[in-house]
């Protein structure tokens, strides 16, 4: 017991040391702590002004914290240190203002609520659990004190509440006032769950539906991709986070993080410092704060003595941080970007506000406390008069922005939506009663407040600014929201100013208006701030995502070989069409350079000029052997195969000029035939000529049948037979795939070559094929007469021309494979000049010399000297 009583008393004591430091606090050092006590002491939990019928209202005016450090006894001096208090909520003083001012405003009109007066009861909701309930069930008890399960709602007037700044608040006072189906209006943000748990509430703010849409749209309109998230731990903070993260990935908008901070935890717990540390350390200079004042959220910063000026902060407007009287609060939020629902300025507002003061409502104690503590007054002793000396001229339009707004808040404007609410539908709710029975009896006018409930959930009317009020919970609504910019630079000035607009019900992409050079950013933005985990890629290159990472954290990797990317950002490079290829900076497709073997290229003009002489110095051949057809030489050698062979070779160089120049239909079919045939008569003219050589000296013996093969002239028809078949073969490549026009994009990056397909590899490898099987045949037959006497024979000559000829194309073969490009056609045609020279200089070159250098051995007593000599 001894130990119990000790414990008790202990906790007794610390509770009154931190009452007392409350109290220290609420009023300026120069008071007497006696005369502070006295007036302290003074102040009624409530305020009430009679009429017919009386609408309570409940605010909250000043709040209580808990001090932990404080239940330690004896208290230590270093635990004044680590208390904190809020003031007095000043923005709660608009709501009372707004409150009265509408309540006044119904009692004048003539057209509502004639011959009926409404009063008021004022009450302080305090946003703690175990003191939101003592404003609810004193008003309840009518007794002047919070007496649990007693009430005289049957006996008083009130027909409704209006309260709940917060949905937790409302909650706790609705699920109190159901139990006698009292209706109560709620002026706070809208809550969900609050609509569907509690029958009896009716929530004057509409729908965040279009709140999330409209923070995203803001994020594209500044490219903000990499944002943070800091969200109220409660049920219309879990909703948001769901809907802004779903608005977010649809617009490929990355979460930096998110910390979710408690609404209900208010003492100094170490983990605050890590979440403060990882909201500003982390890369996103852009966080969405979504939470109200009371929240844990709204003192953190200035407790802590951070001054931030390195964020973009984006809330709404139920976070109230211009009340804040810290200026490191107020630097730290300097052009921070805000979302209100926009309402017009109610008419003569303003005006009551100017005019409002103690004198005018000396029952008013609530705005006589907050007179004493922001005006130079004087206190006085006597009850009736407690705040005498103060300035005759004081005005609330005095006070700065962050201790009274006189601009009407969001939370004001439903305050005054509500009274009307309330008073149209008594006016409806009266005039139907009228028609069938009296509402005055011997007391005075009744109403009961369950009786509001089916007239409320129906009402629907239009205010003093033409704004249309509808308290139907399920109406989803399109009201815009006024993008506000808060302004502190120089410091001390806290402006809100309209910078833009969002309004859902413009067609998309018109939806979001706004005046960027109205925007004051933060003072560590020298320009519009920039939130991305990583920065753009730019044309030609693309983002290759980090493992592990969000989508919005890239590395940029330059486009593939032949691909660009035109754009910022892109996934994936664009190919370059086959007729183009991509610049340096790979940002765009140029059209390739068309090119050719052309005349005017050097490397086809030297193949041109090759081709000519050579021709030249055949057709000079032809017309040397022609000189000298009767001579022994000429003869020996069988002169018609020989102008056979000339005219062919003749042909084999001019041929090869087919294959210079732009190509077209025409030359790409000549280009082959033309070679094959001309190739085909050549080779089988040589074949001739060794069967010829071999045939004369076999056939020396009178009655052969070689002989007489030989007189026939059996050895010529070689050359039509073999010609014919390899026309055959071009007339079946012809009729089924023959050559066409093609280009060739691969051989040069930046070029694009025009050459002639050969259509059918495969026919065109049988021709050349043929025309090799050829080439060996008679190699083979040259080579087996190589031993034969050397006089009258040429089989030597032929032999090695034919090995030439051989030579050059089964190298050719391997070359033609291994190039590219104009290259590839001048490797064809320098292999038809040179196995054509290797047969006119091998074959011809021996008998011109005899011819033109030697003519003394070109006849036949010359012959048979050398005969003789061998």
């Not at 040391?17 to 302290?40: K, Q, R, Y």
């Not at 009109?109 to 008021?120: D, K």
């Not at 003191?131 to 009518?142: D, H, N, P, Q, R």
């Not at 709404?316 to 200026?327: A, K, R």
């Amino acid at each position: 017991m001894p130990g119990s009583l000790a414990a008790v008393s202990k906790d007794n004591l610390a509770m009154l040391a931190g009452t007392f430091l409350l109290l220290l606090l609420h009023f300026p050092l120069s008071l007497g702590s006696s005369e502070m006590l006295s007036c302290v002491t003074c102040m009624k939990p409530s305020l009430l002004k009679d009429g017919d019928l009386i609408v309570g209202g409940f605010f909250p005016l000043y709040v209580f914290h808990h001090f932990p450090d404080l239940y330690e006894f004896p208290i230590k001096p270093k635990a004044l240190t680590k208390l904190y208090f809020d003031r007095l909520q000043p923005k709660s003083y608009q709501y009372l203002l707004a409150f009265i001012f509408a309540i006044e405003e119904v009692n004048r009109s003539p057209h509502l609520l004639p011959n009926v007066s409404l009063g008021f009861g004022l009450y302080n909701t305090i946003h703690s659990e175990w003191k939101t309930l003592e404003s609810t069930l004193t008003w309840l008890s009518a007794v002047g004190k919070a007496i649990p399960n007693y009430t005289r709602v049957r006996k008083s007037k009130s027909v409704a509440v209006i309260t709940g700044n917060t949905g937790a608040t409302s909650a706790q006072i609705g699920t109190l006032l159901e139990l006698y189906k009292f209706p109560q209006l709620t002026y706070g943000p809208f809550d969900q769950i609050l609509g569907e748990n509690h029958q009896f509430t009716y929530q004057m703010a509409p729908r965040e539906s279009f709140l999330a849409m409209g923070m995203v749209s803001l994020m594209l309109h500044f490219h903000w991709t990499w944002v943070g998230l800091v969200i109220s731990e409660d049920t219309r903070g879990i909703q948001f986070l769901w809907d802004i993260r779903e608005e977010m990935n649809k617009n490929e908008i990355c979460v930096a993080f998110v910390e979710m901070l408690s609404v209900t935890d208010r003492t100094y717990a170490p983990s605050d410092w890590h979440n403060h540390f990882r909201i500003l350390e982390s890369t996103a200079n852009v966080v969405v704060i979504y939470g109200d004042t009371n929240s844990f959220m709204g003192l953190s910063f200035s407790r802590h003595g951070l001054l931030v000026t390195w964020k973009v902060w984006i809330t709404t407007s139920q976070w109230d941080f211009i009340t804040s009287e810290n200026e490191i609060m107020m630097d730290t939020f300097h052009g921070t970007l805000s979302f209100s629902h926009s309402h017009n300025e109610i008419p003569g507002f303003k005006y009551f506000l100017k005019t409002v003061n103690p004198s005018k409502y000396p029952e008013n104690f609530y705005l006589t406390k907050f007179w004493f503590l922001y005006f130079p007054c004087s206190i006085s002793k006597s009850d009736s008069d407690m705040f005498k000396a103060c300035p005759a001229n004081a005005s609330l339009e005095d006070l700065p922005v962050h201790v009274f707004d006189m601009s009407m808040s969001e939370g004001s404007y439903h305050i005054y939506n509500a009274v009307y609410a309330v008073a149209h539908t008594l006016h409806e709710m009266l005039l139907q009663r009228v028609e069938v029975q009296p509402v005055w009896n011997g007391d005075g006018l009744t109403v009961y407040p369950w009786q509001l409930n089916s007239f409320l959930k129906n009402i629907k009317f239009d205010n003093s600014v033409g704004d249309e009020v509808n308290l139907d919970q399920e109406r989803v609504s399109r009201k815009d929201y006024d993008i506000l910019n808060y302004w502190n630079f120089p410091q001390g000035l806290h402006l809100q100013v309209k910078v833009g607009k969002f309004s859902p019900r413009a067609p998309h992409g018109h939806r979001l208006s706004i005046s960027e050079e109205m925007i004051e950013w933060n003072v560590e933005f020298k320009e519009i701030p920039r939130s991305v985990c990583s920065e753009s890629c730019g044309p030609g290159f693309r983002k290759t995502h980090q493992e592990g990472q969000a989508a919005c954290c890239f590395d940029c990797t330059p486009c593939p070989e032949n691909e660009i990317s035109n754009e910022t950002d892109v996934e994936q490079c664009v190919r370059c069409l086959d007729d183009q290829y991509p610049n340096p900076a790979r940002d765009r497709c140029l059209p390739k350079v068309v090119v050719f073997l052309a005349y005017e290229d050097p490397l086809g003009a030297a193949l041109a000029g090759v081709a000519l002489c050579l021709s030249v110095l055949t057709a000079l051949v032809l017309g040397v052997f022609v000189k000298h057809r009767n001579t022994p030489l000429v003869k020996a050698n069988n002169r018609n195969l020989s102008y056979t062979l000339l005219a062919s070779l003749c042909l084999c160089f001019l041929c090869s000029l087919l294959f210079l120049g732009r190509p077209n239909t025409a030359t790409c079919i000549l280009q082959q035939t033309m070679f094959a045939i001309v190739f085909t008569v050549a080779v089988s003219t040589i074949l001739a000529k060794t069967i010829t050589v071999v045939l004369a000296f076999k056939a020396t013996a009178p009655g052969k049948r070689m002989r007489q093969w030989l007189v026939s002239g059996a050895p010529n028809s070689v050359i039509p037979i073999c010609s014919l078949l390899q026309v055959m073969l071009c007339g079946i490549w012809l009729g089924t795939c023959p050559p066409f026009i093609d280009t060739d994009t691969h051989a040069e990056p930046q070029r694009l070559l025009v050459l002639c397909n050969k259509g059918s590899a495969t026919l065109f490898y049988l021709v050349l094929g043929y025309l090799g099987s050829l080439a060996l045949g008679s190699f083979s037959v040259a080579f087996l007469a190589r031993r034969l006497p050397d006089t009258f024979n040429e089989a030597k000559y032929l032999t090695f021309s034919m090995l030439v000829f051989c030579s050059v194309w089964v190298t050719f073969i391997p070359v033609y494979h291994s190039t590219k490009g104009k290259v590839m056609v001048a490797v064809e045609v320098f292999s038809i000049l040179a196995s054509s020279a290797g047969l006119l200089g091998c074959i011809f070159a021996p008998k011109c010399y005899i011819l033109l250098v030697r003519p003394n051995r070109n006849v036949l007593q010359g012959i048979k000297e050398k005969a003789r000599c061998s």
